[in-house]
Each structure stands twice: as structure tokens, then as C-alpha cells.
């Protein structure tokens, strides 16, 4: 469920982006908008100016340190911000992302990072992280650690997130943050195209062999 709470991407943001509460019981539709400094067609919002990569040192799902940009460098990253136990949109839109890397040829699936970065590391540990994805793609990096640490990172890409709270309404735990897809280049490293959470496993297939090359889909 998608609670409408929008948060402006600060310096280098290129659109206004949304917020989800998964799980909140509020299913008002959460969307991204397109301002200065973006074009888009539909699904992907590609950015005039592109984000960094945020400086992330965090734990992967075998408690090993992962330093994103060093273990990303010069390939193709999507990155996700989300939860493993929300209920939509996260496990949506990482399937999308699974199931459309499985059309790429092996070499370019090879070629292929997604990072799947908590926005719950309380309870998102990294055994926690590890089966989750497993059940999606178990080449799928999962990283958790200091929520401060992740929450910075997530702020230098123009994505909002919030600590983890009991929603009011349905006592439910749930983690209120941005869902969008930012796409790496492996030509530049720079984040250059921003999928939001209606893009689907067509939009995917038909833009991930663009984004393997670092062309603009």
C-alpha cells in the first residue's frame, strides 16, 4: 500500500519523488514527476544531470563488507532502496527486475549488477537479506547496515526514507521510503535514468540492454 508523501531530490535532483509506506493501508497512488532538467519516456526518466554513485560501505548478505562503489565500477548497477517485509511494492518491483534480467544473454546477466540496499537494517539482517533474495535472484546484492549511513546514501540520489515506525491505523510495521530504480552507467558510473515503481518487467526487458552498454534507453 503507497501512502502519498512526496520529498524534492535537494541539488541534483532531476524530478520530484515519491514516497511508500508498504503496508501503511493507504493505497493512494504514489507517482514520479518530471520537472527541469529530466526527459522522459514513460517508464524511464532520464536525467540531464546525473546522480553520483553514493559513497556506501555497507554489509552484504555474507556479513562481508561492500564498498558500492568499488564493487560496481565500470558496470551496469541498478540500485533499489526498500524492505524485505513489504508487502508490494518492493517484492514487485525486485521480481520485475529478475525476470526481465532472464531474457539478457549470459554474458550481459553477467555483466548485470542490482543491489538491493534495506531501508529496515534492524530487521533486515544480512541472513534475513540473504534469503529473501534468494527466492528472487541469488546474484541480487542485499545490503543492510547503520540506517544514518543508508538514509545519507539514499539522500544523495533524491530518495526519502524514514525509520522504520508501527503504522497508527493498522499496527503494522512499516518503512516509508522512496521507490524508484536508479540505473548506473558503466561507461560514466553516473545514475542517468530513474524508473519508478509503475515500470514493468516489459519496460525492463526492452531497456536493460541499453543500460548494459550505458546507453539511454
Request: proline share 6%.
Amino acid at each position: 500500500m503507497r501512502k502519498k508523501t512526496f520529498a524534492a531530490a535537494a541539488l541534483l535532483a532531476a524530478a520530484s519523488l515519491a514516497l511508500s509506506a508498504c503496508g501503511s493501508g493507504d493505497d493512494a497512488k504514489s507517482a514520479v514527476t518530471v520537472v527541469s532538467g529530466a526527459t522522459s519516456n514513460k517508464a524511464a526518466t532520464i536525467l540531464d544531470t546525473p546522480f553520483e554513485k553514493p559513497d556506501l560501505v555497507l554489509t552484504d548478505t555474507h556479513g562481508e563488507k561492500y564498498d558500492l562503489r568499488a564493487e560496481t565500477k565500470g558496470r551496469p548497477t541498478l540500485v533499489y532502496f526498500g524492505y524485505t517485509h513489504c508487502p508490494d511494492v518492493c517484492p514487485l518491483t525486485m521480481n520485475n527486475l529478475a525476470v526481465a534480467k532472464k531474457a539478457l544473454s549470459k554474458a550481459d546477466q553477467a555483466k548485470l549488477r542490482v543491489v538491493f540496499v534495506t531501508t529496515d537494517p534492524a530487521r533486515d539482517t544480512p541472513s534475513e537479506l540473504g534469503k529473501w533474495l534468494k527466492g528472487i535472484d541469488p546474484a541480487f546484492v542485499g545490503l543492510t547496515g547503520d540506517f544514518a549511513t543508508i538514509q545519507a546514501g539514499a539522500r544523495t540520489l533524491g530518495i526519502s526514507i524514514e525509520p522504520t515506525h508501527r503504522d497508527k491505523k493498522t499496527g503494522k510495521v512499516v518503512s516509508v521510503h522512496g521507490t524508484q530504480v536508479i540505473a548506473f552507467s558503466p561507461k560514466t558510473n553516473g545514475g542517468y535514468v530513474l524508473y519508478g515503481e509503475d515500470a514493468t518487467v516489459d519496460d525492463y526487458t526492452k531497456d536493460l540492454p541499453k543500460l548494459i552498454k550505458g546507453e539511454n534507453p
